[in-house]
């Protein structure tokens, strides 16, 4: 859209306060932030050498990514199944997914951190219920470890992977599909050789947002992952309020803002900010 | 490549077609031959697409039997009909390249390695493609892009191929050329060709037979020739091109044909009459009929005045009124019409027997 110059005025206007609140809330603390990483505990680029010695940042960041690409993949491949059923279905498959897709949005992530806790943890309803039928003999730990952060995790992001999708697959041309069962293309090969190949900028938006998502959580690995699993923003956390250690927190949240930034520039070359909505 | 007794001879029994309350066929009954090139037309609603899928197996009509080769398909897939289908707009694979667009059907029939490149380097060079094997459909003009789905819808051999207007999207000298190579693949590979189209010049250009639609209705099926100049009734002689109406009183069957009384002159017609007596109209061709300073006692003529001319470059249109206050166009040499148009009110049309048929007055 190419506007007048006034009308350019008028939404710079109208966006004024929101991007000043941006800048007194986010950008202007982050500065000190940075400074910090620069000048605690003494000036120099101490923190940062500490940050590529410390074996227990490594271990953490390590984690980090590893658990956020698990969460991806994870929440990307669920999305992309609730996806097309969303967009596909019939009538009331329709209207059963996007309840499925809506609802999680209305119940804080809190609660529904505990509420992973009440089913996965040793007397929670899985393993009770697993004991009763005697599949099992002892609880299985299903919590307090990297696998209820990644589910945890999974069940918080999946709805946010599924609008990238959902943008990809509604512009898909139907004839396309048409065409290869026409030439004799199985449903199931279709979906695979074609359908799944022409979504692939959904399906990147959708998995960079998952991504960059899943490496800043807080709140769901601090539960479920109880202290077993720490995750970078917890180690952030630990640092400043903890330990404390102001310098070397401020300088890992440096560095996780820097790459995380970069993963957002790579986001907006391959989808319009408006597939993401 | 393609052997004649492959093509695929299908037989449309009493189809229809329902969405919800709404008829968009209605008891189609249509035999096409082995190798046939046959033709769609129709306006736009009037149910072409709709067929057209129903043969390719992706919509099942309410009612009625689809057979091929004598076996009953009407409830076959459209992954097992093998139809070759040339969507409007083309649908090519945009993730594919030209290569592997052409190369997916034989890939979906498990061909080897050697003989897909082999089948699909002869498509792209049929075609005229070479040189682009390896761009995305993106990258292709209009025209390419056309001949890129007509070659993979070919290049499996299928027994019969679908077009949906596949050249609605071209520029007037792409689509005269298209329709050539569409002619040439179509002798080249004997393969039975079911063409949409609402342009009727192209149906008439292209076809063996044309099969006119109208709401959902078949109202005619036949030779170019036969449609154009013997049409069932003044839908089709109006919807296949230009043409004349005039009221004859008293028709009469006579030897050889009929005659009735013209703006009260006789008129002598060649065609058949058995259905008409009484009042009924003429219907006649702009080219078919001329103009003239007089005309003789056993010539068919009326006449007229000329009001009007539209220069169409090889030819002119000439727009007259008849004594009676009938509008006739007809199509004359350029120096032709400037004189009668000089003339005034003291020309003739004139016709011959041969030419013209007799529609029912008023009727459809
Ligand atoms: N899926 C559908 N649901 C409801 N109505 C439909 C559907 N498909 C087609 N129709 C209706 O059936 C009628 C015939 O449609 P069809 O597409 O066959 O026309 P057509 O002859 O191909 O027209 P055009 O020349 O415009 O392509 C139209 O009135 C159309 O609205
Ligand atoms: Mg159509």
């Known amino acids: 859209m190419r506007g007048t110059l006034s009308d350019r005025m008028g939404a710079a206007l109208l966006m004024a306060p929101l991007l000043l609140f941006l800048i007194l809330a986010y950008a202007w603390p982050f ?56 967009v596909r279905g019939s009538p009331v498959q329709r209207v059963l997914a996007e309840f499925c897709i809506l609802v999680p949005f209305w119940i804080s992530v809190l609660t529904r951190a505990f509420g992973w806790v009440a089913l996965l943890s040793n007397r929670g309803l899985i393993n009770t219920w697993l004991q009763s039928i005697g599949f099992i003999s002892e609880p299985l730990t299903l919590v307090r470890n990297e696998f209820g952060v990644i589910v945890g995790m999974s069940h918080f992001l999946i709805p946010f992977a599924v609008f990238p999708l959902a943008s990809a697959m509604r512009s898909l041309d ?16 279709t979906f695979w050789t074609v359908f799944v190949p022409m979504t692939r900028s959904g399906i990147i938006g959708s998995a960079l947002i998952t991504f960059v998502f899943s490496l800043g959580f807080f709140v769901t690995p601090a539960i479920l992952g109880g202290g077993r699993s720490v995750m970078i923003a917890e180690l952030i956390y630990l640092r400043i309020f903890q330990s404390p250690d102001w310098g070397l927190g401020a300088a890992i949240s440096v560095v996780l803002v820097v790459f995380v930034g970069a993963l957002m520039a790579l986001l907006f070359r391959y989808v319009k900010p408006k597939q993401l909505v | 490549m393609q052997q004649p007794g492959r093509a695929a001879e299908i037989k449309a029994n009493g189809i229809g077609k329902s969405f919800g309350s709404f008829r968009a066929l209605d008891n189609l009954s249509l035999d096409i031959g082995r190798g046939e090139f046959l033709t769609l037309l129709g306006p736009s609603g009037s149910g072409k697409t709709t067929f057209l899928m129903i043969l390719a197996g992706f919509v099942q009509p309410s009612e009625g039997k689809l057979f091929s080769d004598g076996v009953d398909i009407t409830h076959r897939p459209a992954e097992q009909r093998a139809a070759g289908m040339v969507f409007q707009g083309y649908a090519l694979f945009p993730h594919m390249s030209v290569e592997q667009n052409i190369a997916f059907p034989l890939k979906v029939r498990k061909k080897s390695a050697s003989e897909i490149k082999q089948r699909v380097g002869e498509m792209v060079e049929r075609v005229g493609l070479k040189g682009h094997e390896k761009k995305l459909p993106a990258q292709l003009s209009g025209g390419q892009q056309q001949r890129v789905a007509l070659a993979r819808a070919l290049v499996f051999e299928p027994g019969v191929l679908l077009l949906d207007e596949p050249f609605s999207a071209l520029d007037k000298s792409l ?93 002598n017609m060649r065609c058949k009459a058995e259905a008409i007596k009484g009042d009924a109209i003429l219907a006649i061709r702009p080219e078919d009929m001329s103009i003239a300073a007089e005309a003789s006692a056993n010539q068919n003529g009326i006449a007229a005045t000329a009001i009007a001319s539209t220069y169409l470059g090889a030819a002119t249109k000439l727009d007259l009124t008849t004594r009676q206050g009938a509008k006739v166009t007809v199509s004359v040499p350029n120096e032709v019409a400037a004189s009668a148009l000089s003339k005034g009110n003291s020309v003739w049309l004139t016709w011959p027997a041969e030419k013209g048929f007799l529609l029912p007055d008023g009727g459809q």
């Open chain 1, 31 to 86: 500065l000190g932030v940075v400074k910090w990483s620069f000048t605690l505990p003494t000036p120099g680029l101490g923190q940062y050498h500490a940050l590529l010695t410390d074996e227990l940042v490594q271990s953490v960041f390590i984690r980090t990514l590893r658990i956020a690409a698990i969460v991806t993949v994870v929440s990307v491949t669920a999305a992309y199944a609730i996806t097309v059923v969303w």
């Open chain 1, 174 to 189: 139907e004839r396309v599909l048409l065409a290869a069962r026409g030439l004799g293309s199985s449903r199931m090969r």
């Open chain 2, 175 to 267: 689509r005269g050329q298209m329709q050539a190579e569409m002619k040439r693949l179509h002798q080249e590979t004997g393969t039975t060709f079911v063409f949409v189209t609402h342009d009727q010049s192209e149906a008439l250009a292209l076809s063996s037979r044309v099969a006119i639609f109208n709401h959902g209705k078949l109202l005619q099926v036949g030779r170019p020739d036969e449609v154009y100049d013997r049409p069932a009734n003044r839908f089709v002689a109006e919807f296949l091109g230009e043409i004349n109406m005039l009221p004859v009183k008293g028709v009469k069957p006579a030897d050889n044909g009929a005659t009735g009384l013209c703006e009260d002159r006789a008129v």
